[in-house]
């Protein structure tokens, strides 16, 4: 029998797919991990399990405990989905500029939902700080209590791509990778990913892809926090060095204009056949510029990590690409 357990069982082991424009564009191998085919659809889904996982181990989370958790959505689909299949009720904090497909995915999943107003995150209003007050609070209220998940910092997020991502990676390449890239925004799939793979082959090169709006780029290239500009991107671009990119190092940092990045979604969807998120833009044309450093003949992973359904009133609508400035495709034109 070749039977998954549950919904949980669902979680990773996504299949590895070269992209065949990418690819032939460079001159290099440009594949990318499917985790938009995670079940709770995307990536997120094992920085919630792991972050579960860490907290049942450690005994902080109870049965019919509260799980609390500020996010842009993904890891709060995540850990609103893993919390039904194993008794748990999810409460989010979510910044009310994030898509509506996304909140109402949450509310759908069962999800307590509270928006908050986007504010940066030195006001004590920003959402990760809302949530953190909230999970103490219910963790006194609640009979069997609550946790606070804390993506950024909870080094358990990391840990779970480290044990499954990067190893189902260097599997499917039998060990042939010679760079890996993507976006932060926890930064928990970078570094989890990259460490693994780096333990493995000490000559790996690690990239960032960093959208406008985040101050990491300059942090990497420069030593400096520094954040200009804005994206449409979602669930990425970081002001602060998280508890999960500690100790990471990184080759190759780039910012990735979303001019770029959006031009790089429709060419997912035209010449590949995949409707992703604006993330995913930023990942492959990342995964595109570290091929050019390194040059032809060179194996380069990324990851594909949400589907472009959760943005259709966004980036998949054309008036909003206008109001931004930003190319349509040419089957959106008319
Ligand atoms: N892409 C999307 C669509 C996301 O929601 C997230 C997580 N917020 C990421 C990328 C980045 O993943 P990580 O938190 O592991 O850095």
Redesign the pocket.
Known sequence: MDVRDGFVGTIGNTPLVRLRQASEETGCEILAKAEFLNPGG???DR?ALAIIQDAEARGALKPGGVIVEG?????GIGLALVGNARGYRTVIVIPETQSQEKKDMLRLCGAELKEVPAVPYKDPNNYVHVSGRLAEELNQSQPNGAIWAR?FDNQA?RRG?YETTGPEIWRQTDGKVDGFI?????????AGTAMALKERNPELKVGLADPPGAALYNYYAHGELKAEGSSIS???GQGRITG?LEDLEIDFPFQIPDEESVSVVFDLLKHEGFVM?A??GVNVAGAKRLARELGPGHTIVT?L??WGTRYVSKLWNPAFLREKGLPLPDWLES
């Open positions: 995307s990536v997120k920085a996010t842009a959505g993904n890891t993506q997020n791509h993507c976006a932060v925004g926890t930064g928990g799939t970078l979602e669930g990425i999960n998120g993330s995913s990851i990590c949400d």
